[in-house]
T-cell receptor, first 113, second 111 residues
Framework: DAGVIQSPRHEVTEMGQEVTLRCKPI?????LFWYRQTMMRGLELLIY????????DSGMPEDRFSAKMPNASFSTLKIQPSEPRDSAVYFC???????????FGPGTRLTVL | RKEVEQDPGPFNVPEGATVAFNCTYS??????FFWYRQDCRKEPKLLMS???SGNEDGRFTAQLNRASQYISLLIRDSKLSDSATYLC????????????FGAGTRLFVKA
């Protein structure tokens, strides 16, 4: 079975540019999570969706970040404009129900110059 | 105080050693607990769930102590391949779902 799929795997961009990260959850999973991981702050939950509806976005750092889930098989995390401090690994995870275990995608390593 | 705290690392142990990690949590209403393993430059992967009755999987044993609000992970007969970062996860449903990952503990197993 395919796991969580993320793209791109690596992204290098310049400050001020728009960045879009993509995620395809495991089929049948109703919950989708976006995380950011840095050495300083560890793994932080940014936002999660249930049945394509955003439930808790309290972890989204600021208005430059936005996330959408137009259907059950696709979600995006957008940063506009990007800043060097956004450099991190962004993970997407999914699960069939809470509070069950989550399954992570391989992550997108973002570097903002 | 952080909601979920883990032992500071890194732990450096020889092959064959037994090593234990602890993770404390502050919300007594927390309901589910997990240990994840994360290899360098990889995603976190589920290692095992944690139950009040304890959970054993080969060389790994996980325990939950609700009274003292901590979970533990014991690794016996450490292998070189156990070198990784171990993350505890605490989930709460009361008042809306909340999931918190610990900062992780790095383990280095040396020959």
């Amino acid at each position: 079975d395919a796991g969580v799929i993320q793209s791109p795997r690596h992204e290098v961009t310049e400050m001020g540019q728009e960045v879009t990260l993509r995620c395809k959850p495991i089929s049948g999973h109703d919950y989708l999570f976006w995380y950011r991981q840095t050495m300083m702050r560890g793994l932080e939950l940014l936002i999660y969706f249930n049945n394509n509806v955003p439930i808790d976005d309290s972890g989204m750092p600021e208005d430059r970040f936005s996330a959408k889930m137009p259907n059950a098989s696709f979600s995006t995390l957008k940063i506009q404009p990007s800043e060097p401090r956004d450099s991190a690994v962004y993970f997407c995870a999914s699960t069939s129900r809470v509070p069950n275990e989550q399954f992570f995608g391989p992550g997108t390593r973002l570097t903002v110059l | 105080r952080k909601e979920v705290e883990q032992d500071p690392g890194p732990f450096n142990v020889p092959e064959g050693a037994t090593v234990a990690f602890n993770c404390t949590y502050s919300n007594s209403a927390s309901q589910s607990f997990f240990w994840y393993r994360q290899d360098c430059r990889k995603e976190p992967k589920l290692l095992m769930s944690v139950y009040s009755s304890g959970n054993e999987d080969g060389r790994f044993t996980a325990q939950l102590n609700r009274a003292s609000q901590y979970i533990s992970l014991l690794i016996r007969d450490s292998k070189l391949s156990d070198s990784a970062t171990y993350l505890c996860v605490v989930n709460t449903l009361t008042g809306g779902f909340k999931t918190i990952f610990g900062a992780g503990t790095r383990l280095f197993v040396k020959a």
